[in-house]
């Protein structure tokens, strides 16, 4: 496809996708985006399905714009992205975390549990990282969130966010070395190190 060939070339900050593409399915093209470049990719579909949108969220999108959306909702969604944009290239941050067993290489987006790389998708990949950056933190519910859709959401959008959770839980699994990400009811999440710490 002649768009995943430019962004290649030209390392868009941001690509504005459509899911009903001919011939392809408008998830995989945003997983392949987000191989190739490190961009926020943007959804503007007709596809309202609550299980669609949380399908593609979990990919990797940044958001998910529902049609007809007006100019000025778009516009403003690609500034919510710039600037989620500009505040990541703007930190200076270890690449390299670890916590017990669990070993991210944030520069490669791997996750790697006790030697052997497990699969994690990137949305996901950076609630683990927020989550090991803050080891012992309670990270509330509206700070996660922003990280999974990028922008603020109200307190009734926490599926795709427990969703994420939960495969991250799955991903990571259990072990003596093995840190655990603990629900902080009505409040957020925490991530434990091994022993507590």
């Known amino acids: 496809m002649r768009a995943l060939e430019l962004a290649e070339l030209i390392r868009p900050d941001i ?24 961009c926020s990719v943007i959804v503007v579909t007709g596809d309202a399905l609550e299980a669609r949108m949380v399908e593609i969220l979990d990919r990797g999108a940044d958001d998910y714009v529902l ?22 290239a703007a930190l200076v941050e270890d690449q390299l975390l670890e916590c017990g067993d669990l070993r991210l290489d ?43 859709r990028g922008v603020d959401s109200p307190d009734d959008h926490l599926f795709p966010l427990r969703t994420s959770i939960s495969k991250i839980r799955k991903s990571v699994g259990v ?14 999440h925490r991530l434990v190190a091994p022993g507590g710490g």
């Open 15 to 38: 690509v504005i996708l459509d899911l009903r593409l001919p011939d392809v399915d408008g998830g995989e093209i945003c997983r392949k985006f987000l191989t190739i470049s490190n």
């Open 67 to 88: 049609k007809p959306a007006s100019i000025d909702v778009l516009m403003a969604r690609i500034r919510v992205a710039m600037r989620r944009l500009t505040a990541t």
């Open 106 to 148: 944030v520069a490669a987006y791997q996750a790697i549990v006790d030697g052997e790389i497990v699969d994690v998708l990137p949305r996901q990949f950076d609630l683990l990282t927020a989550l090991v950056r803050n080891v012992g933190k309670v990270m509330t519910y509206s700070a996660l969130i922003r990280i999974v």
């Open 175 to 188: 072990g003596p070395e093995r840190p655990v990400i603990l629900t902080e009811h009505s409040i957020g």
